[in-house]
């Protein structure tokens, strides 16, 4: 009789802790829900932690326009020309004072306001970690267009992913900018799969470079990082459009990153934040009330 009962006794306690894990993961969206039914801006949430049943999204599979995000996957694709031989990070290039246009945000232009000699490793810094624009379509140019870096991602897999324009045509017209967008999921999925670095999708010396990059980043201090201990790494890359001139509205505060959790977990998080009435700071308290919501699940585990 013993060894019949024992399969029913398993069952009732797997049974037991999948719902208990469900219920966990749903009481994390609801508390999401509540911090964006609250707000007036369309906003799209993904999360995925280290085990299968640490994943939510909300509005997920939503476009959303990219803004600076795109930032990140064109240092990708940078480096992937790299890692293939066609180009190096000491290599040097030349941004005329031409290139430094005044509507574009530009530490390069600030510090160097006649131009000057970079190398590549020194453009994807500035262009990533302080979301430099001129440095971004300098980028751009050594791939040939804003589209090799769809492609490439393309190649990988990555379906809900659009590049078409760069940093210049999308700051000269605010329609355009939608014309570069991702979904949360799909921003979650390029994040895990290049961090996991799983198939050797980077060397480790881009690997290293890009990470270290990406948790030095600077701008966004009061998004995904705003509300978690000071000390915490942060993987991440911003993103803004700024308001619409006639209607106020703003089109996307963005952030998407790796959070690295005290036990040596992370998990990766995507937040876009549009069509938004609200201000700025409102804006991007929305994204640091989601990853505070996200941090105290996991630390709570």
């Known amino acids: 009789m013993k060894v019949k009962k024992t399969p029913l006794a398993l069952l009732v306690l797997f049974i037991f802790f999948t719902e208990g894990y469900a219920q966990e993961i749903e009481t994390l969206k609801l508390k999401i829900e509540d911090v964006i039914n609250s707000k007036k801006a369309v906003v ?3 999360i995925n932690g280290m085990e299968p049943k640490d994943t939510l999204s909300i509005n997920g599979q939503g476009h959303f326009p990219m803004q600076s995000v795109f930032k990140f996957p064109i240092a990708l694709t940078i480096l992937s020309e790299i890692d293939k031989g066609n180009l190096s990070l000491d290599q040097k290039i030349e941004i005329k004072k031409s290139e430094l246009l005044p509507g574009l945000w530009s530490p390069i232009r600030e510090k160097h306001p006649e131009g000057g000699i970079f190398t590549i490793a020194e453009i994807i810094e500035y262009t990533v970690a302080l979301s430099d624009n001129v440095g971004c379509d300098a980028l751009l140019r050594l791939l040939g ?7 490439y991602f393309s190649s990988l897999g990555f379906k809900d992913f659009a590049v078409k324009i760069n940093e210049e045509t999308m700051q000269g017209n605010w329609d355009l900018q939608f014309l570069n967008w991702t979904t949360p999921k799909e921003a979650n999925k390029i994040l895990a799969a290049f961090y996991e670095n799983k198939n050797g999708l980077l060397s480790k010396e881009s690997y290293d ?8 980043t600077k701008t966004g201090k009061n ?3 705003g509300q978690l ?11 803004w459009s700024g308001k619409h001139k006639e209607t106020g509205i703003t089109a996307a505060v963005n952030n998407i990153g790796i959070v690295f959790l005290p036990n040596g977990e992370y998990f990766a998080i995507s937040v876009f934040v549009s069509e938004s009435p609200e201000d700025f700071e409102t804006n991007e308290k929305i994204i640091a009330d989601i990853s505070k919501a996200a941090w105290d699940y996991f630390i709570d585990k």
Not at 145 to 151: C, F, G, T
Not at 209 to 216: A, L, T, V
Not at 229 to 239: R, S, Y
Request: aromatic residues 6%; proline residues 6%.
């Open 229 to 239: 201990p000071e000390e915490t790494i942060v993987a991440h890359k911003t993103g």
């Open 209 to 216: 470079f890009i990470w270290n990059i990406m948790k030095g």
């Open 44 to 46: 799209g949430v993904a």
């Open 145 to 151: 267009e804003p589209q090799a870096v769809e492609n």
């Open 223 to 225: 998004r995904l990082r």
